[in-house]
């Protein structure tokens, strides 16, 4: 912030000066991409260095605003380690999990949970960035895995809530969510995947249709937002099964494989999947 703008902030307020100048250059470099004038790729790399550095003020303004927001650690010694990995996520509770890359409706939720002693009975997690910064808040807080793993861990059926906000997340959220039974709220209006907005909705009408019809909503009300997910979790949890397959039930399936090869074609680490199938149909695990 300093050596691009010469700005030393010293409250919240100065930073919007900061982040108002990172909102006109961005304007500025996308006024530059009409067609006609793309004239020298010179040009075109001096622009994406400086949407870098653009990146980087921006970033530098958001952690200091969170730090003093949220009261984020900052650089001591004894900031608590968190768990990792979705083993780390205790199925037996109702689990909310957060995607996505903003994490002002994780820390909310946090808040919410702690006010109305539900702290140790419901399960927060997280996949990318929102994982990481809702771990700053609360210790409690489980890291699923990475971008890469959010698909996997989806389809595993174990969040009974998943909360989107933006970035980092899939398009087919709530289609992948009806597969296992999973209820989707977007947080965020860059991204409603054509949801209704509840926003303005009573919280138990929202938690109603959620539960009985089994709906997705848009709420970008994060306060409302942290308490449908929080009530809707503790609701649906109970009815939802979180278990592996057992061998016999995989054996049942893997009969139905009509070894297409399909899945091999599409598998980025070449595994023989169709045979690997084949075996388990024959119930050799």
């Not at 140790?120 to 890469?148: H, M, Q």
């Not at 597969?179 to 209704?196: T, W």
Request: include cysteine; aromatic fraction near 6%.
């Amino acid at each position: 912030i300093r050596t691009v703008t010469g700005l030393k902030p010293e409250t919240l307020g100065d930073l919007k000066t900061v982040i108002e100048y990172v909102y006109k250059e961005i304007t500025h470099l996308l006024d530059s991409t009409n067609s006609g004038q793309e004239g020298s790729y010179l040009d075109y790399e001096s622009k994406a260095l400086h949407a870098g550095m653009l990146d980087h003020v921006a970033m530098e303004v958001a952690d200091i605003a969170q730090i003093v927001g949220f009261n984020f650690p900052t650089s001591v010694a004894d900031t608590p380690l968190v768990d990792m990995g979705w083993n780390s996520v205790d199925k037996s509770k109702p689990v909310i999990l957060l995607v996505g890359h903003n994490p002002a409706t994780s820390c909310t939720l946090i808040d919410y949970l702690r006010e109305n002693g539900l702290y140790d009975k419901v399960e927060v997690a997280g996949i990318c960035c929102t994982a990481l910064e809702t771990t700053r808040y609360s210790d409690r807080a489980k890291i699923v895995g990475p971008l890469s793993r959010q698909l996997f861990f989806i389809r595993t059926g174990i969040a009974d809530v998943i909360l989107t906000d933006e970035q980092c997340i899939r398009t087919d959220m709530p289609i992948e969510a009806d597969k296992v039974g999973s209820r989707v709220i977007a947080c965020v209006d860059k991204v409603m995947y054509g949801l209704d907005d509840a926003t303005d909705w009573g919280t138990e009408e929202i938690v109603k249709q959620m539960v009985e019809e089994k709906k997705h909503f848009a709420i970008l009300d994060t306060h409302k937002a942290a308490e449908v997910a929080a009530k809707v979790a503790l609701a649906i949890a109970p009815q939802r099964r979180k278990e592996w397959l057992t061998e016999e039930e995989a054996t049942e399936l893997a009969k139905k494989c009509t070894h297409c090869g399909m899945c091999e074609r599409v598998c980025p680490n070449l595994f023989a999947i169709n045979e690997g199938i084949g075996e388990v149909a024959k119930g050799n695990f």
